[in-house]
């Protein structure tokens, strides 16, 4: 079982920078995958970016050349580094962790309800 919790979420003016984290604890299996997903109101879900175990990264449309992942694997910590953040970035952020597919193949599915383990998620607010 592998628990996730989100922290790193507030309030930012237009054009500003947020850092998210997501620690994770458990078992995290040695071809593990992982990433970000944003919720909007009325629960529609978007992927944002994801990371597998080589290290390749994806990115969504609306996050390339804005955000970074990352992951810090001796501390079990996802980073979602966000740049020149606009209000469609207003979302409840939350990341996945799952394993056995690629980090492309995870875009796809992060956001599905079948995908591994998600946490609960931090709230980004740009006005």
């Known amino acids: 079982h592998v628990q996730l919790v989100e922290s790193g979420g507030g309030s930012v003016q237009a054009g500003g920078s947020l850092r998210l984290s997501c620690a994770a604890s458990g078992r995290i299996h040695s071809d593990f995958v992982m990433g970000w997903f944003r919720q909007f109101p009325g629960k529609r879900r978007e992927a944002v970016a994801t990371?597998?175990?080589?290290?390749?990264?994806e990115y969504t449309d609306s996050a390339k050349g804005r955000f970074t992942i990352s992951f810090d694997s001796a501390e079990k910590i996802l980073y979602l580094e966000m740049n020149n953040l606009n209000g469609e970035d207003t979302a409840l952020y939350r990341c996945g962790a799952s394993w056995g597919i690629t980090a492309m193949m995870a875009l796809g599915r992060i956001a599905h309800d079948d995908f591994g383990y998600w946490g609960e998620g931090t709230q980004v607010t740009v006005s």
């Open positions: 990371i597998d175990s080589s290290g390749r990264t």
